[in-house]
C-alpha cells in the first residue's frame, strides 16, 4: 500500500487506514473474536495505521487494537482523550492529561502512546496555551511520541494547525462535506501537519447500501444521534439529512469507474485530495476491511469525476452542512 508522512510525527502511514469506533461502540454489536479478526484482516490487507479512543466502548476498542499490536510490530496506533468526562475547558488539565494517558497506555499494552489526540474539545481549549504546554509536557514525559487534534469545525482546525507542536488535524471529510479543501488541507500542508480524514463514508451513506427501508439498530448512533441528541450531528451521516444524503449518492453512482465498489469510489475520492496522510474507514468484519484497503491500489479518479462531485454537493448537500462545520 502507498504510504504518506503522517504530519509531525516523523512517521510512515499507508493511505487507508482504519477507524476502530465500530469495534467499541455505538455502531451495534460486535464480538471481541469478530473485531480481532476485523483487524488482523485489515493489517494483512497492508493497512499500517489504526485509529481508536479511550471513549470508544469505555476502552474496549483500545484493549482489543492492543490485542493485535503485541503480534504486529511496526504499526501506528493513535487514540483520543477527553470524551469520557463533561466537556468543560477547566476539563483539560495536566493532571487529567496524565491519568487518561495512563488509562490508554495501559489499555494499548504500550509505555509510549504513538499519537494521542483531543477528543473533539469545547472550542475555547484549541485556544489556551495551558492545555497544549501540558500536551507538551506528556512528550517531554515519554507518555506520548506525539499529538494531534480531532475537531468538528474548519476553524477549530485552523486554530490547531497554527500550534507549533500540533502534528495531525482529524477532520471529517467527504463527498457530503467538501469544506476542509477550502483553508484547512492547504493550511495543513503548508506547516506540515498531516492530515487524518475520518467519516470517510459518511457513516455508511457513501457505500450505497442504505435506502429509505433500512432499519439501524437501537444502539446504534445512526438511530439515536441523527439529529445531535447524544453528540454533535455532525459525526451521524455527516450532518446530512438521511433523504438528502440517498440522493446524492444516487446521483454520485454513476461516477463510479468499472470494478470499483462506491464504498471503494468514496475512499479514493478522499486519497486524491492533496494534503490528505490517511483516511480511516470503519469496519464491523474482514471483509469490510479487506475491501476499504483496496481502495488504495485504485488509480486516481478522472479530474472530471471530480469536479462533478463538487457539482452534486453544491446542489445537494452545502446549504445544510457549508455554513456549520
Not at 178 to 188: F, N, Q, T, W
Request: proline share 6%; hydrophobic share 40%; glycine share 10%.
Amino acid at each position: 500500500m502507498q504510504k504518506r508522512e503522517l504530519g509531525r510525527t516523523g512517521r510512515q502511514v499507508g493511505v487507508v487506514g482504519l477507524g476502530a469506533w465500530q469495534l467499541g461502540a455505538d455502531w451495534g454489536e460486535v464480538g471481541e473474536d469478530e473485531a480481532l479478526a476485523t483487524l488482523e484482516a485489515a493489517v494483512d490487507a497492508g493497512v499500517t495505521f489504526i485509529d481508536t479512543a479511550d471513549v470508544y466502548g469505555d476502552g474496549r476498542s483500545e484493549r482489543i487494537v492492543g490485542r493485535l499490536t503485541k503480534g504486529r510490530p511496526g504499526l501506528t496506533v493513535a487514540t483520543k482523550m477527553g470524551r469520557r468526562v463533561a466537556q468543560e475547558p477547566s476539563a483539560y488539565t495536566l493532571d487529567n492529561f496524565r491519568a487518561w494517558t495512563d488509562r490508554s497506555r495501559a489499555n494499548l499494552g504500550v509505555d509510549t502512546l504513538d499519537l494521542v489526540q483531543l477528543h473533539c474539545p469545547p472550542t475555547p481549549v484549541y485556544s489556551a496555551d495551558a492545555v497544549f504546554d501540558a500536551l507538551d509536557t506528556l512528550v517531554e514525559e515519554g507518555r506520548v511520541a506525539a499529538y494531534g487534534v480531532s475537531v468538528e469545525t474548519c476553524e477549530e482546525a485552523l486554530t490547531a494547525i497554527a500550534r507549533p507542536g500540533v502534528a495531525t488535524v482529524q477532520i471529517i471529510l467527504n463527498a457530503l462535506r467538501l469544506k476542509p479543501l477550502e483553508r484547512v488541507l492547504p493550511a495543513a500542508a503548508e506547516a506540515g501537519v498531516g492530515i487524518i480524514a475520518r467519516v470517510p463514508l459518511a457513516s455508511g451513506l457513501l457505500s450505497g447500501k442504505y435506502d429509505e427501508s433500512t432499519v439501524f439498530a437501537p444502539d446504534d448512533h445512526r438511530t439515536y444521534n441523527r439529529h445531535g441528541e447524544a453528540f454533535d450531528v455532525g459525526e451521524t451521516f455527516s450532518g446530512v439529512d438521511y433523504a438528502t444524503g440517498l440522493e446524492a449518492v444516487r446521483r454520485l453512482t454513476p461516477l463510479v469507474p468499472p470494478g470499483m465498489t462506491t464504498a471503494q469510489f468514496a475512499l479514493r475520492w478522499i486519497i486524491d485530495q492533496p494534503g490528505v496522510s490517511v483516511v480511516i474507514p470503519g469496519a464491523r468484519n474482514p471483509g469490510q476491511a479487506r475491501a476499504n484497503a483496496a481502495a488504495a491500489a485504485a488509480g486516481p479518479l478522472p479530474e472530471a469525476t471530480l469536479r462533478a462531485v463538487r457539482e452534486i454537493y453544491d446542489e445537494l448537500v452545502r446549504p445544510q452542512v457549508h455554513h456549520r462545520w
